[in-house]
């Protein structure tokens, strides 16, 4: 497996789980954790979910996307929390997560993932 | 309703409905239409359905995003054969198809929303 692990926050459920099932086609080895949408299971984020999504990955280094900027604010919170190593990145939800994964998966060299997130920021 | 509307093409109809369900919310009054996943709900994009979702949008001038580069493709064919006035976005599917959502349904004057759009061009 990889050393480092994807976290996914949506505002949506449906956008996480099918962001997963695209991404972890092409990287098998890559530990993915994802939630989204509220309790209710409606449009939105909470801090308690993008903690336990966090925890629950297999790495003890994450690398996390969201969709818009109140999944941010959680991520962050929860990240400050966490025992774990964890870079929230400002890219495009789904094409960021899948470079990533992509990348992770061909055991390219984390600083040169890195790089390759960089060039995809985003305002958000 | 707005004179311009929405369309999205996913490799995931998971993707596709999850973005329907978030940009709806901001954007009441733009006819927004998706499709994603190939025939037999797997992962994957088709010809069929990014013409039908075109066709089905109630609005004659569109404004459409894809995640992955085939489903890009295949909107370009799809578009090739269409009467309608259609153009497509190199931009993040989640965030860009959310920004001009809301712009439009704020009225914003499509010349600043395709400028906006602009801004957010990914090499995909």
Redesign the interface.
């Known amino acids: 497996m990889s050393e480092y692990g994807i976290v996914i926050v ?10 997963y ?2 991404i972890q ?1 092409v990287a098998k080895d890559v530990s993915i954790t994802y939630v ?1 949408g509220d309790e209710e299971g409606g ?1 939105g984020t909470n801090f308690e979910s993008a903690s336990k999504t966090m925890e629950s990955n297999t790495a003890d280094k994450l690398l996390a996307f969201y ?2 900027g109140s999944a941010k604010m959680n991520l962050e919170v929860a990240s400050e929390l966490s025992s774990k190593e964890i870079e929230i990145y400002d890219v ?5 997560s ?1 470079t990533a994964a992509a990348l992770l998966q061909a055991g390219v060299d984390i600083e040169v993932v890195k790089s390759q997130l960089a060039e ?1 920021n ?1 305002n ?1």
């Open positions: 949506s505002h949506s459920s449906q956008i996480a789980q099918g962001i099932d695209l086609e989204g449009i969709d818009l495009p939800v789904v094409e960021g899948y995809m985003l958000k």
